[in-house]
């Protein structure tokens, strides 16, 4: 059983089964709830987070046929592993890595983009726009930080494709240094947030093209910024 603390949902406009399922991917994503983590049995975990084992049940049923969770008679509910992948491959220390850094998301992270807005889910777009929420002006660097990886991170995520979300986790160690740079300013914050809401608009327009272009521009501007 996961000692992670699973909060309630707080019924709102949406579905109480989408909403559970939104939360309870992004704690998957973000790693609050780690490759392996067993989840309650069906009755404590419905009791927990006080919604009716049929609600839990679709909310869960979302999240095995996205490949995050797999459920096994008598054994439970846990989190599926993640494949583990070398990290030291882009030797990030080295004379070029910032232009390797930038070179990789411009090649991918639009790409990225485009197919989270073709195929974003309802609770996908949730999670981004709850990300947004909590992106506010008094963040420090670090906190301003957080949000950009948990963003982005969810982005892929949100292409419903298990590879490119991993591909996407490792890509965030590998640009940490650079992304870094560009919140430690109020300014450079600021410019980040104002992209991911543009991102998120073309998300929730299922517009892929704009989606694409829109990280595009986020990409060269922060990369102005740091």
């Known amino acids: ?4 603390e699973i909060p309630p949902v707080v019924p709102g406009k949406q579905p109480l089964a989408v909403a559970l399922a939104a939360r309870l991917e ?8 780690g490759p392996g983590a067993r989840l309650p049995a069906e009755r404590e975990l ?3 987070l006080d919604v009716s084992r049929t609600t839990l049940r679709e909310a869960m049923n979302k999240l095995e046929e996205k490949g995050l969770v797999e459920r096994r008679q008598g054994r439970g509910t846990r989190v599926v592993d993640r494949p583990e992948e070398a990290r030291q491959i882009l030797g990030l220390h080295q004379p070029g890595a910032t232009q390797s850094v930038t070179e990789l998301r411009t090649l991918v992270e639009p790409s990225v983009a485009a197919l989270a807005a ?3 889910t309802r609770a996908n777009q949730l999670q981004l726009a709850d990300v947004l929420a909590r992106t506010t002006s008094d963040l420090t660097a670090q906190q301003s930080l957080e949000r950009d990886t948990e963003f982005h991170l969810l982005l892929a995520h949100a292409t419903l494709n298990p590879l490119v979300t991993a591909l996407h986790g490792l890509m965030t160690e590998w640009t940490l240094a650079q992304r ?5 300013s109020p300014e450079g914050r600021a410019l980040s947030l104002q992209g991911h809401r543009e991102i998120l608009a073309a998300v929730e327009a299922h517009d892929a093209d704009a989606a694409y272009d829109a990280m595009r521009r986020h990409l060269a501007d922060v990369g102005a910024s740091s």
């Open 1 to 4: 059983m996961t000692s992670v």
């Open 26 to 33: 992004r704690m998957i994503a973000t790693g609050e709830l």
């Open 46 to 48: 419905a009791r927990q």
């Open 118 to 120: 073709a195929r974003a």
């Open 180 to 184: 870094r740079l560009s919140h430690g």
